[in-house]
């Protein structure tokens, strides 16, 4: 692949961009400035520099990222900043999207992908893909509370009650949800109608997809292939 197409596939700019940066010698492979924007490069393993900041190529970004709370996931948020603004600019300008979306309260693991059929493919609700909270009650949990979780509870608007996969209490104001749809505010609806309330919410796992402990809040990494397995055989 040229040069130029490198750059405008990882989200550098229009192609008209991306050729001035490679003619300014902004750009170098293996160490070396390359000023042509027609240079053939292999892609296989391939890191290039801009500025002199690496950046490994990608056919297609697959990243995770530890949501601080008190941001939105969409690109054009309302009342928040968006969980762009914690992502380089290039992610945005290649396509990539939120995979599903945490309430702008909520923290821990976010899915993000310029991979159009793995965005819906996690996002359809005929996947059921099981999903691990944390929520932090405002009551006690109790018995009748994680039963009630268990055995389904009838959420405004929808026909049928929703069950949660797992309901397990880790302290007396701490419960452990899964659930395997993405449905709006479900987590808090769901603990609402179980008669409690959520003060704050962390998304553990997707999948078998766990949050890594040494990912710190307001960070994010590419997914590898043995995270993409374990993604999919959770
Ligand atoms: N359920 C919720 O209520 N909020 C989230 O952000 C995710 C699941």
Redesign the pocket.
């Known amino acids: 692949m040229n040069l130029e197409s490198v750059l405008f596939s990882q989200g550098f700019g229009s192609r008209r961009q991306c050729r001035a940066l490679i003619a300014d010698g902004r750009v170098s492979v293996g160490g070396a400035t390359l000023a042509d924007p027609d240079a053939d490069v292999d892609t296989n393993a391939l890191t290039f520099e801009v500025d002199g900041t690496a950046w490994p190529y990608h056919e297609r970004a697959y990243i995770l990222l530890n949501k601080p709370a008190g941001y939105e996931c969409s690109r054009d948020p309302q009342h928040h900043l968006s969980v762009f603004n914690l992502l380089p600019a290039q992610f945005a300008a290649r396509g990539v999207q939120c995979v599903g ?3 702008q309260d ?1 923290t821990g693991l976010l899915l993000l992908s310029d991979d159009g059929q793995f965005v819906h493919a996690y996002t359809s609700p005929k996947r059921k893909v099981p999903k691990v ?1 944390l929520a932090t009650t405002r009551h006690p949990l109790d018995d009748a509370q994680l039963a009630a979780l268990r055995e389904g509870v009838l959420l405004h608007g929808e026909a049928k009650p929703i069950a949660a996969v797992a309901a397990h209490a880790r302290g007396e104001h701490a419960l452990e949800l899964t659930v395997l749809e993405g449905k709006y ?5 769901m603990v609402a109608a179980a008669g409690n309330r ?1 003060e704050a ?1 962390h ?1 553990e796992r997707v999948g078998g997809l766990a949050l890594p402990e040494t990912l710190a809040e307001g960070t994010w990494q590419w997914l590898d292939e043995a995270d993409l397995g374990a993604l999919r055989n959770g």
């Open positions: 979306r945490l309430d909520t909270y505010h479900q987590v808090k609806r959520v919410l998304r």
